[in-house]
């Protein structure tokens, strides 16, 4: 098992979910006796703090991957960004076993990016699912799922939150290039205040603000019922793109001043105490939701609609609380839900709770990687017995 190279792909520019899960995977590889090479981007500032044992090499596109390996022996490489057909073909070619995480689920997405990979690892059952649902064979069986990781987020020196930023540009489009070009002009002009937690009852939004979240969707349901209820207030700590952040705000008319926008946080620790609930979206897009096991790591019960993947990581009753989807109900469950929580508070029992977050555990997680490597490792024999 040493003698197995292992080479991680990501290259996302930006900092998320992707890049944690990256982060700690390699964590967990280590832990298991094992290294790997890194092949990031290079506009990526997010791996500048890789242990010194991890060789990460830059490359500015998925077209270089097979000249750099071209003279390795089979490798395993495993893409966190998936590449396209013809690339994996030409790693294929040069005998490497090239496997991908599925962060997403296939549901009503086009399964042919994934459909060339040796394997694909799940990183919950509603992603495996629906891979096998699109006709996908090479899925791994088990979910790898994952851990409260708050290493990867350095802190910003003296613990406080402040706003920032609601956006997080889209380089693609060219109104956020622009705009994202013109915002750092109006920096020094911005008052920074700093986040006070109020009075009444919080729902937190900790997530980047992205589609397949659907917060707008999700509001445009439940900010009347919102707006029933004054007690509450929604405090929002995530950034995404001018159309995200635009869609989100006209969703949430309804409350008025109830809701606070204070952009991409790194004291994620402090996030949470600063909130009584974490709201997430809507759930069958979603993957996984590291939020969701940070949130319940820091003692903070999840709202969350009544469906996978949420059903796999929420305890309900213990960690937190299911209600029907708005869609279904115009958000008739979720009123009552709230009416529940002004009337009693949900406190997560850390007793209790604890078998059911075994499973997201560091200890859990490193041995799930155990079983992937002498799992994969018995296919590269097969498929490269020299």
């Not at 994952?146 to 290493?151: L, M, R, S, V």
């Not at 029907?324 to 029992?349: K, N, S, T, V, W």
């Amino acid at each position: 098992m040493t003698a197995l190279r292992i080479v991680n792909v990501n290259l996302q520019e930006g900092f998320g979910g992707g890049e944690i899960y990256t982060r700690f995977f390699l964590r967990a590889l280590s832990a298991n006796g094992l290294t790997s090479r890194l092949i990031v981007h290079p506009a990526a500032k997010a791996w500048d703090s890789l242990p010194s044992s991890i060789e990460s090499i830059a490359v500015d596109s998925f077209a270089s991957i097979p000249r750099i390996l071209a003279r390795d022996s089979p490798t395993w490489l495993i893409f966190h960004t998936p590449a396209g057909a013809e690339i994996t073909s030409a790693l294929q070619a040069q005998g490497h076993f090239v496997s991908c995480f599925a962060h997403m689920p296939l549901y009503g997405r086009n399964p042919q990016s994934l459909a060339a990979y040796d394997a694909i690892f799940p990183v919950s059952g509603h992603v495996r699912d629906s891979a096998l649902a699109a006709g996908l064979t090479q899925v791994y069986h088990e979910p790898m799922y994952g851990i409260a990781d708050f290493h990867a987020r350095a802190g910003d020196g003296d613990g406080s939150i402040v706003a920032r930023s609601p956006y997080d540009w889209d380089r693609r489009k060219f109104r956020d290039r622009a705009m994202g070009m013109l915002e750092p002009l109006l920096e020094p002009f911005l008052l920074r205040k700093p986040y006070v937690k109020g009075s009444g009852i919080v729902l937190g939004i900790v997530s980047r603000l992205t589609t397949i979240k659907q917060f707008p969707q999700l509001f445009l349901l439940l900010a009347p019922v919102l707006a029933r209820h004054p007690e509450f207030r929604v405090e929002i700590f995530g950034a995404g793109g001018y159309a995200s952040v635009r869609d989100l705000r006209k969703a949430l008319a309804p409350i008025g001043q109830r809701v606070g926008f204070w952009g991409h946080q790194k004291e994620m620790l402090k996030v949470y105490s600063g909130i009584d609930y974490l709201l997430t979206g809507l759930p069958e897009k979603e993957a996984l939701g590291l939020n969701v096991i940070e949130a319940q790591a820091c003692g903070i019960p999840v709202l969350a609609v009544g469906a996978p993947p949420f059903t796999e990581t929420i305890a309900a009753e213990v960690s937190g609380l299911f209600y029907r989807d708005p869609r279904q109900d115009a958000g008739a469950d979720f009123e009552c839900l709230l009416d529940r929580l002004q009337a009693q508070p949900l406190r997560i029992d850390g007793i209790r709770v604890a078998e059911h977050f075994e499973r997201f555990s560091e200890k859990a997680f490193v041995d799930r990687v155990s079983k992937l490597i002498v799992w994969t490792a018995e296919r590269l024999v097969e498929k490269c017995p020299r």
